[in-house]
């Protein structure tokens, strides 16, 4: 079974630095999108990035565009999230999804992590 596995997230100071991490297990991921999705208190779930396994091509929410980075690592089979000039803005549980389509929609992400906190003090 596919299992999406996020770590990395944590309380950091306006202007600092994360990098996330989403272990991916259960099948070969060339042919699938791999995303980035971030949720705030009393907020929908909003699109943060995207990466297409194979290709490397990537895509980013504006709010994120310029500071944040979406990145793999076929070899542990691990996407990574590097956020860098972080902002109060950015606090929220952030997810880990895997479709087969290129998309910037939840509802077409198949498969989720179970998330990770992101606290940005400031």
């Known amino acids: 079974q596919v299992q999406l596995v996020e770590t990395g997230g944590g309380l950091v100071q306006a202007g600092g630095s994360l990098r996330l991490s989403c272990a991916a297990s259960g099948r070969t991921f060339s042919s699938y999108t791999m995303g980035w999705f971030r949720q705030a208190p009393g907020k929908e779930r909003e699109f943060v990035a995207a990466?297409?396994?194979?290709?490397?091509?990537?895509v980013y929410a504006d709010s994120v565009k310029g500071r944040f980075t979406i990145s793999r690592d076929g070899a542990k089979n691990t996407v990574y999230l590097q956020m860098n000039s972080l902002k109060s803005e950015d606090t929220a549980v952030y997810y880990c999804a895997a479709g087969v389509v290129w998309s910037i929609r939840s509802g077409d992400y198949a498969y989720w992590g179970q998330g990770t906190q992101v606290t940005v003090s400031s």
């Open positions: 990466l297409r396994w194979s290709a490397g091509t990537t």
